[in-house]
Every structure is written in C-alpha cells, then in structure tokens.
C-alpha cells in the first residue's frame, strides 16, 4: 500500500518572508507519519527548494505544459520542473479547468508529460456544483480519470488522484 501523502497547494500565495515562516513551520513540525509535499507558484521553486534541501519534505508546481518545448510564452515544461528538483506537478486543477479552458485530453497530455520527467502527476478531478445538481458528479470524474488512465497506459498507477 502507498504512504498516506499530504500535498499543500499555495496558490497564487506568497511571498519572500512569508515564505519562510511557513517552510519553517513545517520544518518544525517534523517527523510526519505521511508523505508531505508543498506545491508553489513558479517563481518561487528556487527559493523553496533550497529552504527544503536535504529534508524529507517535498516540492513541486502547481502546473506544468504539455509541451517539452517551443514557442509557448509563459509555459513551463516538466523538464524545467525536473531541473528545479520537483516531485511533484499539479495537472487538472478547477480552476485551470475552468478559468484556461482545459479539457480532459489536455489534462492527460500533462500528466503523461510530467511522468516523462519522473515527476508525480497529481491529478486533479472533480464535478462543479452545477454537474453535481444535474446528478452527473460521477460521470463526470469517471470521464477525467478515464482520459489520463488511457494516456498513462501501464503507467496510471504511477500518478496520485486529488478529488476536488
């Protein structure tokens, strides 16, 4: 059975010194009985990987590209992530989902392009409050999964589920 695994989405939160509060913080309250994890805006990677270097807490990002490369402004790929040390990358998110317009088969795309790295996929699924109205929440997350299971192949069971 896998460990328990808590991972703390900061959102667009932060900032320098707030940041280092909080890292200390859960520094602190070390040793967990689980698998801890913080997943931080981009431009923080930096500092956050070296607050927790050599430490068994985690890091990651709070999204990552499909593509490895390219033309594409303000993407990051899970090769970059990699480099900075990420564990883990958020894929799927509600918000993504409803404010960038991701679909499902981008979804799937991500999560396959963050597990090419040897990064975690933490892929997010959930109904809005409107499909959970209608009576489809379960459809619907069976839909989201179904779409990245068949993109992973063999390799689904290397990615950790967030219900929303």
């Not at 010194?17 to 990677?45: D, Q």
Request: aromatic share 6%; net charge neutral.
């Amino acid at each position: 059975m896998r460990k328990k695994l808590v991972v703390g989405n900061w959102k667009m939160h932060g900032s320098h010194s707030a940041n280092a509060e909080l890292l200390a913080g859960i520094l602190a309250a070390r040793p967990f009985a689980c698998e801890v994890g913080v997943c931080v805006p981009f431009p923080y990677l930096g500092e956050v990987a070296a607050a927790l270097a050599g430490s068994d807490v985690r890091w990651g990002a709070q999204d990552c590209s499909q593509h490895d490369q390219g033309a594409y402004t303000g993407e990051v790929s899970a090769a970059m992530l990699a480099e900075f040390g990420c564990r883990y990358a958020i894929v799927g998110h509600s918000e993504r989902r409803a404010l960038h317009g991701e679909t499902d088969a981008v979804v799937a795309e991500k999560a396959k392009a963050v597990l090419a790295r040897g990064l975690t996929p933490i892929v997010c699924v959930g109904e809005t409050l409107g499909q959970r109205e209608q009576g489809t929440a379960q459809a619907t997350v069976k839909r989201q999964l179904s779409a990245v299971i068949h993109a992973l192949g063999h390799c689904a069971g290397e990615m950790v589920v967030a219900y929303e």
